[in-house]
């Protein structure tokens, strides 16, 4: 069965740093891998999709990689924003349906 | 293009009652999900229809939940009779076609409150 972590649950940064969100995964037989964003009270904006066959994928200040193998992909933001303060979750799909992590909570302080 | 459209957006109920919640899925995209997402916790997948056929129900509890997707555009996600733990946001989202390449539009979700 499926299982994905993401660590930290939360984590607090002042405004410019660079970051770093993990995520492992326990089934390394995926198709792919997404890294989403969700606001308070709001749906799941995706951000990133990573096909199998790659390592990475990149947009804006944005930066996601995986390493299949090992089981384990990382979302690197750049110059942090109060505006990315959001809950970032990251997903696999494989043999299963989408399969969730419980999400890392960022907050970005001004 | 108009993004996956939900409604209601929140609905208080209380237990033992009956809800509905409403998904049109983004113009063209064959397949539909419903998700029940637990306060921090992940979404967890419900069911899965490709056009007006079920995919995938596995994680439904069908006592108590029941969804369907009549010609196959807009779905309706029941709770009949609700309980104290069905409190949760319940997300639908929408993708062109079925796959696991395929990327998944979310809708804003509906979050029920059972008292």
């Known amino acids: 069965k499926q299982e994905v972590t993401q660590i930290p649950a939360a984590l607090s940064v002042p405004e410019g740093e660079n970051l770093v969100l993990n995520c492992s995964f326990t089934d390394s037989a995926i198709y792919n891998l997404q890294w989403f964003r969700q606001d308070p009270g709001k749906g799941l904006t995706s951000l990133l999709l990573i096909q199998s066959s790659q390592r990475e994928q990149t947009s804006g200040r944005l930066n996601a990689s995986l390493d299949k193998s090992s089981g384990r992909s990382t979302l690197y933001i750049a110059a942090s924003q109060p505006g990315d303060s959001a809950t970032y979750l990251c997903?696999?799909?494989?043999?299963?349906?989408?399969?969730f992590g419980k999400g890392t909570r960022l907050s970005v302080i001004a | 293009e108009a993004g996956v459209a939900q409604s209601p957006r929140y609905k208080i109920i209380e237990k033992r009652q009956s809800v509905a919640f409403w998904c049109n899925p983004i113009?063209?995209?064959?397949?539909l999900y419903w998700y029940q997402q637990i306060l921090g916790q992940g979404p967890k997948l419900l069911i899965q229809f490709q056009n007006n056929g079920v995919v995938d129900d596995s994680q439904l509890p069908k006592d108590r939940f029941s969804a369907e997707r009549l010609k196959g555009v807009d779905s309706t996600l029941k709770i009949q009779p609700a309980k104290l733990e069905d409190s949760a946001v319940y997300l639908c989202?929408?993708?062109?076609?079925?796959?696991?390449?395929?990327?998944?539009?979310f809708g804003p979700g509906t979050r029920l409150t059972v008292l």
């Open positions: 113009s063209g995209h064959a397949t």
């Open positions: 989202a929408s993708s062109p076609r079925q796959g696991t390449y395929n990327e998944q539009f």
């Open positions: 997903a696999v799909s494989g043999n299963t349906p989408l399969v």
